[in-house]
């Protein structure tokens, strides 16, 4: 049996697969970071291809890290969903495994790690995190606080796959966080004091997020068990997005949402989606810092005329 190939991440924070052929359409992927007006980048993000045999899965990760170690949680947190699950025997994954358990058991194995990381009960070091396999057709989405998974379709529309874990935003995160409305500590969905800030909020301490791996001083009010979510592209389905909440914060507005639609549109393959989005949002302004993985849903002759 060929043994499983796994080249790991390429190397810069902006990556771009090489060409593959019509028969390998989901191998070609591009990604960016980018710095907003924060003082540090804590994104983190790296794409891997598992195969074996004749058989390919492509792992995509993105990590939005927070608090003092928040780099450092990211990175971490990309290590131990891609690799800490290997098959001993084969220093490699099988690709069967790759389900609902083995993402509930890499997100706890995160967890973990971060919080091994803690120095103190002060520090609220983590990182959200949302991943993404691709099997042929077929999708598995496992996310931990607000970074989304997308497709770009040919109808120029753009739809979220899974739900950013925030009150008022998620239902099932709001019907939970609701039960602690009584506890004087806590504030849900309110602005802080002296602050247009909306959030998670504890003894004066906001997350925007709702879930999220590390924060153990927040416990239990952001929880870190991921959700999962799977499915199958339609052949009308162009591009697989996976970015951080800074990208999806900047997409939000009306305006930009017509440009990222009007760039996707244009771009016939995640190279140049990826070239022409990384240069219009690095002309523009926004606080977050911002990355995003593009990954190509359709060879170029499977796709209509452009526009």
Do not use: C
């Not at 492509?58 to 969903?81: F, K, Q, S, W």
């Not at 504030?187 to 791996?213: E, H, N, W």
């Not at 009007?262 to 990826?274: G, K, P």
Request: hydrophobic residues 35%; proline residues 7%.
């Amino acid at each position: 049996m060929k043994e499983p190939s796994m080249p790991g991440h390429v190397p810069g924070p902006d990556q771009v697969s090489p060409p593959a052929s019509e028969k390998d359409p989901l191998m070609r992927t591009a990604s960016f970071e980018l710095l907003g007006t924060r003082p540090e980048q804590q994104d983190a993000h790296q794409i891997i291809e598992i195969a074996r045999g004749d058989e390919k899965i492509l792992g995509i990760a993105v990590a939005d890290g927070h608090g003092p170690h928040g780099r450092r949680a990211a990175h971490e947190a990309l290590h131990a969903v891609l690799y800490a699950n290997q098959d001993p025997a084969t220093a490699g994954f099988e690709t069967s495994r790759i389900n609902d358990a083995f993402i509930d058991q890499a997100f706890q194995n995160v967890h973990e790690k971060i919080v091994s990381g803690i120095e103190s009960p002060s520090d609220d070091t983590g990182s959200t995190l949302t991943t993404a396999f691709i099997r042929g057709r077929d999708y598995l989405i496992g996310w931990v606080g607000n970074s989304a998974a997308a497709v770009f379709s040919n109808q120029r529309r753009l739809e979220v796959l899974n739900l950013p874990h925030e009150f008022d935003v998620h239902p099932g995160e709001t019907k939970r966080l609701n039960q602690y409305l009584g506890d004087p500590k806590l504030m849900i969905g309110v602005k802080a004091p002296g602050t247009s800030q909306r959030g998670v909020f504890i003894d004066r301490k906001r997350m925007q997020v709702s879930k999220s791996l590390g924060h153990t001083s927040m416990e239990p009010i952001v929880s870190h068990e991921p959700e999962m979510l799977s499915g199958t592209f339609e052949a009308s389905d162009k591009f697989l997005i996976v970015a951080t909440d800074g990208f999806w914060e900047f997409a939000r507005h009306s305006n930009h949402a017509d440009m990222i639609d009007e760039i996707l549109a244009q771009s016939r393959t995640a190279q140049d989606a990826n070239a022409l989005l990384k240069q219009w949002l690095a002309s523009q302004v926004f606080s977050d810092n911002i990355t995003v993985v593009i990954t190509d849903l359709q060879t170029p002759s499977q796709q209509p005329p452009a526009p």
